[in-house]
């Protein structure tokens, strides 16, 4: 499972050093797409493989079927990981997340975000808000039993 939150840089060759932990569960590959908030996510083929299977059975008359077809599946690359733990991201996906030399990576169980750190400091500040945090997942229901 991909978990925590690891700084690391992002050098000029587009290129991205993974956590150990990380790059064992990409041992077969990875599939990078666009994310949802200005940052990219990197999902394990067997995840991404699932997601994808949803996103395809959704109505193609819907617009925004359409649309959740072109960001996930549209955006999306095949990587691979180096000998040194490192995948090389799109041109187009690291501008889109305006990735510059300092990064996050973000566990989110079967994926991790790819995060600029200056689109990253406000999520950490908000997740780390725990007035707003209590109203705001209140209504879900996380119980086990």
Request: aromatic share 8%.
């Amino acid at each position: 499972m991909f978990i925590g939150q690891h700084p690391s840089s992002l050098n000029k060759n587009n290129r991205v050093n993974i956590p150990a932990s990380y790059a064992m569960l990409l041992d077969e590959g990875a599939v990078i797409t666009q994310g949802f908030d200005r940052n990219i996510q990197v999902y394990t083929k067997a995840a991404f493989s699932e997601i994808a299977i949803i996103v395809r059975r959704l109505n193609l008359a819907d617009p925004l079927a359409r649309a959740l077809q072109r960001m996930l599946l549209g955006n999306a690359s095949l990587l691979k990981i180096n000998a040194a733990g490192a995948i090389n991201l799109p041109t187009g996906l690291k501008e889109y997340a305006g990735l510059e030399a300092k990064i996050v990576l973000v566990g989110q169980g079967d994926f991790f975000e790819i995060w600029s750190q200056a689109m990253w400091d406000p999520q950490e500040i908000s997740i780390k808000d725990a007035e707003t945090n209590s109203r705001r997942f209140a209504h879900m229901n996380l119980s086990r039993f």
